[in-house]
């Protein structure tokens, strides 16, 4: 099979910016188109299908080359049936192939949440894993420039609380090829939530096929002070908080847990063992998310272990506004992350 | 209901073999619901069970034109579907039974019960929710380039649902190999189509992506054989999708056994004219009145289907249940 024999890559190779030519670098975006082109040409199971897939644009440019290359057979335009699109994935899946679906916004799976928490999710459990079901659904989520409410959420929160569902949020070109793969080479639903501004950051990404496994967190910076669990955006934000915070003396350590389903709670319990100090970094509102459950979980499991209460930095539980002056007084960032290790730090002084 | 628009078919050709399949297939159904209605109130098959009597001859029929590798899709009313594409009649007993042994290890119940091997792909309890997944398979079979059909049961309450007319349009958008077999029987519980739709002639539906259709009297088992026939040949031979409405009575309540409240919901002329119609006996009446099959031939499957059915639920009854330990297996694939 395809997909049994592959390099699995626990940690990102260190990637100096100032290797030059020496390494080879990819953005965001190219590194998923890689991940796409390298799954098709290895299995003949595998399709792309979504809205606008092979249109110039072509899903923010990570699928359009690919119908040049494969064809329409393989790499097709979907009419705008969210709900049966991913029925569809999930019929073709039960009859051997290996899907990969593209939405450009997670609000649109919404619409499809019949069949992902109705179906996709149960149908392993119900038929007593008789029936593997292959399905990649890959979506991306929306920031900025007026996109207001119902382009922007991010809907992992949601699908979070399901059993039965793989959630992946890279956060670097590397991991996001990486974890394509694996999540294409993995026998159950998976959904791939990719953020928009994520796009045009770089890191080295080897021109191999590599897995990037489930439920192993990345540890982006070690730290022994303050322990800071990110995912998506949300990882480049803490690492410049991070920044910021070393120039004060305060070290902090960044996990990305890279999937939050399976969540690899242990390497985030062992941190914060030994930092005593959680701030967990979300891109989606604050009640009833991913950050509320780390915070729950590692209440449960290294309450002692803990110096002050854990923090949430997310969403206010508000829709997302347009204008950008709201926009900015919506989104949390850097500075909401270095306001929390600080106030957790030194709660005496007024940050 | 209303036979009112049903496409004429001339009497198909049967030889002994298959008339003597069909009636197996009908009678498997038959005798296996009853058995399960007898000992339903004794409360050991502790799932919904969702009774397709009366509705025999459309499972059968349509499932007697199909091969292994053909799949079915089907509903909350499965059991029907699932004995007639050749599904295991001992593992849907213990099924109910929620049972090990059963064809879904007793995670499924009644309502989602699959038989892979015998091209009975699952059944989902969401009205409409299988829809998509028989335009997939039918998709992927299209890219496999097999020469095989997906088919999809779904009820008229189905045709109500959004995914339905995605999928039809899905389907006829990639001219995939599916066929839609719409059993209407004219009630989603104890509700009637009338309150429910403008029109409930449910073929019509087709028309809007024009697919081609047909209404069938769902419980004449010969125009049945004969409309099967053409829908699954028009879907095999790439002709693309095919959409069958067939116009039936569902002779219990919703769910659970007899119809004790049949008075309250159904219309009183309903009750007396043409209530209850047999499929099988009128399939029987045909074949013994044509010379196709013999009495004492029709004896015959039908103690070997009462043997089997006895058989089963011995089978169901010793089996082991599921452990408790076992709770969190299968959430995944692996």
């Not at chain 2, 969702?50 to 292994?68: D, F, T």
């Given at each position: 099979m395809p997909w049994t024999k592959l390099q699995v890559e626990r940690e990102e190779p260190a990637f100096d910016e100032n290797a030059g030519d020496n390494v080879r670098k990819l953005d965001f975006g190219t590194a998923l188109l890689e991940a796409q082109d390298q799954a098709l040409a290895r299995d003949p199971r595998v399709f792309v299908m979504g809205q606008g897939v092979n249109d110039p644009n072509g899903a923010f440019g990570t699928t359009n080359a690919l119908y040049k290359k494969y064809?329409?057979?393989?790499?097709?335009?979907?009419?705008l049936n969210e709900e049966s699109t991913i029925g569809i994935a999930l019929g073709a899946a039960m009859a051997g192939m290996r899907p990969v679906v593209v939405h450009n916004r997670p609000d649109f799976l919404l619409m499809a949440m019949d069949q992902i928490v109705n179906h996709a999710a149960k149908w392993s459990y119900m038929f007593a894993g008789q029936v593997p079901l292959p399905v990649v659904i890959r979506s991306c989520v929306g920031r900025g420039w007026g996109s207001a409410a119902q382009h922007s959420q991010t809907v992992h929160g949601l699908f979070h609380h399901v059993p039965g569902l793989k959630i992946v949020l890279p956060s670097t070109a590397y991991d996001a090829k990486g974890l394509l793969i694996s999540s294409i080479a993995d026998n159950n639903p998976v959904l791939f939530f990719e953020q928009r501004w994520l796009y045009k950051h770089q890191s080295h990404v080897?021109?191999?096929?590599?897995?990037?496994?489930?439920?192993?967190?990345?540890?982006?910076?070690?730290?022994?002070?303050?322990?800071?669990?990110?995912?998506?955006?949300?990882?480049?934000?803490?690492?410049?908080?991070?920044?910021?915070?070393?120039?004060?003396?305060?070290?902090?350590?960044?996990?990305?847990?890279?999937?939050?389903?399976?969540?690899?709670?242990?390497?985030?319990?062992?941190?914060?063992?030994?930092?005593?100090?959680?701030?967990?970094?979300?891109?989606?509102?604050?009640?009833?998310?991913?950050?509320a459950e780390v915070v729950a979980v590692v209440t449960e499991r290294?309450?002692?272990?803990?110096?002050?209460?854990?923090?949430?930095?997310?969403?206010?539980?508000?829709?997302?506004?347009?204008?950008?002056?709201?926009?900015?007084?919506?989104?949390?960032?850097?500075?909401?992350?270095?306001?929390?290790?600080?106030?957790?730090?030194?709660?005496?002084?007024?940050? | 209901m209303t036979n009112k628009d049903c496409a004429p078919f001339p009497n198909p050709e049967l030889t002994a073999a298959a008339a003597a399949d069909f009636l197996t297939r009908m009678l498997m159904i038959r005798r296996a619901e009853l058995?399960?209605?007898?000992?339903?109130?004794?409360?050991?098959?502790?799932?919904?069970?969702?009774?397709?009597?009366?509705?025999?001859?459309?499972?059968?029929?349509?499932?007697?034109?199909?091969?292994?590798?053909?799949?079915v899709f089907s509903n909350h009313r499965s059991h029907g579907h699932y004995l007639a594409k050749g599904g295991s009649l001992k593992e849907l007993i213990a099924e109910l039974y929620c049972r090990e042994t059963g064809c879904s290890k007793g995670r499924g119940g009644s309502m989602h019960v699959i038989a892979k091997d015998a091209g009975h792909w699952g059944s989902s309890s969401i009205v409409a929710g299988a829809t998509p997944h028989a335009v997939g398979a039918a998709l992927a079979f299209?890219?496999?380039?097999?020469?095989?059909?997906?088919?999809?049961?779904?009820?008229?309450?189905?045709?109500?649902?959004?995914?339905?007319?995605?999928?039809?349009?899905?389907?006829?958008?990639?001219?995939?190999?599916?066929?839609?077999?719409?059993e209407n029987n004219f009630y989603s519980v104890s509700s009637h189509i009338s309150v429910r739709e403008v029109n409930e002639f449910l073929y019509k539906r087709a028309w809007a992506f024009d697919i081609p259709s047909f209404r069938v009297d769902g419980m004449n088992p010969l125009d049945v054989y004969a409309s099967a026939a053409e829908a699954v040949e028009h879907a095999r031979s790439g002709?693309?999708?095919?959409?069958?409405?067939?116009?039936?009575?569902?002779?219990?309540?919703?769910?659970?056994?007899?119809?004790?409240?049949?008075?309250?919901?159904?219309?009183?002329?309903?009750?007396?004219?043409?209530y209850q119609r047999d499929p099988i006996k009128e399939f029987v009446e045909h074949v013994l009145t044509a010379g196709i099959l013999k009495e004492q031939e029709i004896a015959q499957i039908s103690s070997r289907v009462d043997g089997e059915v006895e058989e089963a639920f011995v089978f169901a009854q010793n089996s082991p249940l599921p452990d408790g330990g076992d709770l969190a297996k299968f959430l995944f694939v692996d």
């Open positions: 064809g329409l057979e393989r790499v097709f335009d979907t009419p080897p021109e191999y096929v590599y897995a990037v496994p489930f439920g192993q967190a990345a540890v982006k910076r070690k730290g022994k002070d303050v322990t800071v669990v990110a995912v998506s955006h949300m990882v480049i934000e803490s690492l410049r908080a991070a920044d910021e915070l070393a120039a004060e003396g305060i070290d902090v350590e960044v996990i990305d847990p890279r999937t939050i389903r399976p969540l690899d709670i242990e390497t985030i319990l062992a941190s914060v063992r030994k930092t005593g100090r959680l701030v967990v970094a979300d891109l989606a509102w604050t009640t009833g998310g991913f950050a290294a309450f002692h272990g803990l110096k002050c209460a854990p923090r949430r930095v997310a969403f206010p539980d508000l829709p997302t506004p347009a204008g950008y002056t709201l926009e900015q007084a919506f989104y949390p960032g850097a500075k909401d992350i270095k306001k929390a290790v600080l106030e957790m730090v030194r709660p005496s002084e007024k940050v | 058995k399960i209605e007898e000992l339903y109130p004794l409360e050991q098959m502790k799932t919904p069970v969702h009774l397709s009597l009366g509705q025999e001859a459309v499972s059968a029929g349509v499932c007697m034109h199909l091969n292994r590798d053909d799949a299209q890219m496999q380039k097999k020469n095989a059909v997906a088919v999809c049961f779904l009820g008229d309450g189905a045709c109500e649902q959004g995914v339905f007319f995605e999928s039809m349009n899905w389907a006829a958008l990639k001219k995939v190999p599916v066929v839609f077999v719409i002709k693309g999708p095919f959409v069958v409405e067939y116009v039936l009575q569902r002779w219990r309540m919703h769910v659970g056994p007899g119809d004790p409240n049949a008075a309250l919901y159904r219309a009183p002329e309903e009750l007396q004219a043409g």
